[in-house]
């Protein structure tokens, strides 16, 4: 099955949906005031993917991925918690199909296929397959770093927002580094994966939207966070010991 065009705009049409619902959410006042920044990080995300996919930026498909990954693996948790209700299937379904939509070596030619941007930076197959994965794994990560940065922790020191808002900061950062290929791309999300790490065990975890809450997402966060850095993780430490 091709139809890259059409399946690219089906996708599209998935991460703007629900990029636009995160975002009306958060400016509806429906929700607790708590929780609309966070909401609107994340239809940010959302929208970022969705922006990338249409402009047809090399490492918008990879990204795409990691997002509705993100929201697949919400879905079934909360699948878990709450049984298989129609809302939560829905969510999960389509941010599954979005994933199938944008999966394969056909929908690859208009973004991470292309010559152009590989002869820029000189990648070949291997290079590009280590920068997919962790590509993929660091849009997995981005929502449950801004659930951890931005949902409410009751009990936390000032000390510990400072740290989840600095996790935050410093994924976002390496995912930029990273589609920059900068070295300095992989420290920041290594930094930001041993602050989620610490967010993980810290005992101040609030009960959060969608079945998890803060420390289950910190969690989620520093093992995609982490697998984002494993395949330049040779490469990495070679290049500290030069």
């Not at 590989?118 to 794994?137: E, P, S, T, Y």
């Amino acid at each position: 099955m091709k139809l890259v065009g059409e399946r690219r705009a089906l996708a599209a049409a998935i991460l703007i949906f629900y990029g636009g619902l995160y975002l009306l959410a958060a400016l509806s006042g429906a929700l607790p005031p708590e929780y609309t920044t966070a909401f609107a990080a994340v239809g940010a995300v959302y929208g970022i993917a969705f922006f990338g996919i249409v402009a047809g930026y090399f490492w918008a498909r990879w990204f795409a991925m990691g997002v509705a990954l993100s929201g697949v693996i919400s879905g079934v948790v909360s699948i878990w918690q709450l049984g298989p209700e129609e809302v939560l299937l829905f969510f999960a379904g389509t941010h599954l199909a979005a994933v199938l939509f944008l999966w394969g070596d056909a929908m690859a030619q208009p973004f991470d296929g292309q010559e152009a941007w590989r002869q820029r930076f000189h990648i070949d197959d291997n290079a590009r397959q280590r920068l997919g994965k962790a590509v993929i794994r660091a849009g997995v990560s981005l929502p449950y770093v801004i659930l951890y940065a931005l949902a409410p922790k009751p009990g936390s020191s000032a000390i510990e927002t400072i740290l989840a808002l600095a996790a935050a900061v410093f994924a976002f950062g390496g995912v930029y580094g990273l589609i920059k290929l900068r070295t300095w791309g992989i420290a920041a999300m290594t930094l930001a994966a041993g602050v989620c790490f610490v967010g993980a065990i810290e005992p101040h975890a609030a009960a959060s939207v969608g079945g998890m809450d803060t420390g289950a997402a910190a969690a989620v966060a520093a093992i995609a966070l982490a697998g984002a850095t494993l395949p330049f993780f040779r490469s990495f430490a070679r290049a500290l010991a030069r």
